[in-house]
């Protein structure tokens, strides 16, 4: 998710741009996984206790961005204000203090950017209200400006304790990881996504396990990469062939969660041409672009040509995400598109040419969209076309 930046394409595979003449990192030691520190934060700096029993995420979920710490054109929105019709809430965003720190900053949007923002003390009590209506509230880390690089177990070990002290703080529902831009690439020789060696891999993947371990069953994991990070492993892995590093490299982040993973919503815009399962390149913008690469999560896919192939999500694990207008990102798709790529995804119906490699998947989690904010600002033509459409889903 981002606020303003968009990625060259995607198919500019060899040559120049992102897949093209970047000098491959140096190789780096395998790094092996051990326990991130588990210190708890002070009593003193939580704002609310952190309910008991948490609702279950609706079988067809809208879920969208709430500009929370910063403000842009579309205008500031107060997390109360944010109608019922959305299922779960990602505030955006949590930075680190440096891109190698680890340490997590969540700071409120000042007044005298925002104005009318909500302060600490209001943003709980929302938070709060919004989970009695069985709504989930979490933070978003990283974004365009908020690269995060654990290059270390030391700045893996901040990453767990400042992003412990954010969710206790406020009482928030769990983590939506939005790594975007050079946060996550892959070493030299890391070819095998079930087993990284790359440090900043392991160490992600290390936090995550501790952060889910800590808050148990209810604790939602929500992950929003781009197709760059994704899909694209189906062509493309790591550095290999000169490629870029960051080909593909959330994939060994996605398949060591897979047993916590609540959603993931790819970012089906800022996107180059991607190719998909039916050897194609599929361009944004429209149903067909939404169904092969939705798809592929659905199916599995061979990772490149690194011999190993990307075990299929379970349908209730993928969404697919969206721009909700045209200023908010390259890759608007009109509602009747979008409404078209569900219909062919979860009723295999209205697929055009494309064949499902995974079959129809009912219950699929539904829509993501960037941002809540530009939705509010166009009139809310993204929450009025769709969440009735979802709840018309099988």
């Not at 704002?47 to 710490?69: C, E, F, K, N, T």
């Not at 929003?224 to 694209?232: G, N």
């Not at 800022?270 to 194609?280: A, E, T, V, Y």
Request: glycine residues 10%; contains cysteine; negative net charge.
């Amino acid at each position: 998710m981002r606020r303003t930046l968009v990625l060259a394409a995607a198919g500019a595979l060899l040559g120049t741009g992102l897949f093209g003449g970047a000098v491959a990192p140096a190789a780096t030691p395998a790094v092996t996984a051990t326990p991130a520190a588990t210190e708890t934060p002070a009593a003193s700096a939580t704002l609310v206790q952190a309910p008991s029993d948490i609702a279950a995420i609706p079988r067809h979920a809208l879920i969208g961005y709430l500009h929370a710490s910063f403000a842009n054109g579309s205008g500031y929105l107060r997390l109360a204000d944010v109608p019922a019709e959305w299922d779960v809430i990602n505030l955006a965003f949590g930075e680190p203090t440096s891109p190698t720190s680890g340490e997590i900053r969540f700071s409120l949007c000042p007044p005298s950017e925002c104005p009318g923002a909500e302060s600490e003390a209001e943003l709980a009590a929302a938070i709060q209200a919004k989970q009695a209506e069985g709504k989930q509230v979490l933070l978003s880390i990283g974004g365009q400006n908020g690269q995060v690089q654990l290059t270390t177990a030391a700045a893996r070990d901040a990453f767990v304790s400042s992003v412990s002290a954010i969710i206790d703080r406020y009482g928030l529902d769990g983590l939506d990881i939005d790594f975007e831009g050079h946060s996550l690439s892959l070493d030299p020789g890391d070819t095998d996504f079930r087993n990284p060696t790359t440090p900043v891999v392991v160490h992600l993947i290390s936090a995550l396990q501790t952060l889910t371990d800590r808050y148990g069953d209810d604790f939602v994991l929500t992950m929003a990469p781009e197709t760059f990070f994704v899909q694209l492993g189906y062509q493309f892995y790591g550095p290999g062939g000169g490629a870029d590093p960051r080909a593909g490299a959330y994939l060994p982040v996605i398949h060591a969660m897979r047993d916590d993973l609540t959603v993931l919503h790819v970012q089906d815009y800022n996107s180059g041409p991607i190719m998909g399962l039916d050897g194609q390149y599929h361009t944004m913008g429209g149903a067909d672009f939404h169904i092969a690469m939705t798809d592929m999560l659905k199916a599995g896919f061979p990772v490149a040509n690194t011999g190993h192939t990307f075990p299929p999500l379970r349908e209730d694990q993928i969404a697919f995400g969206t721009p909700a207008a045209n200023p908010a990102g390259n890759g608007y798709t009109p509602p009747e598109q979008i409404h078209q790529a569900l219909d062919c995804l979860a009723r295999g119906q209205s697929c055009g040419g494309y064949t499902l490699r995974g079959g129809p998947s009912p219950a699929l989690r539904g829509l993501m969209t960037w941002s809540i904010n530009w939705d509010r600002y166009h009139d809310w033509e993204f929450m009025n076309a769709h969440r009735p459409y979802l709840d018309g889903l099988p």
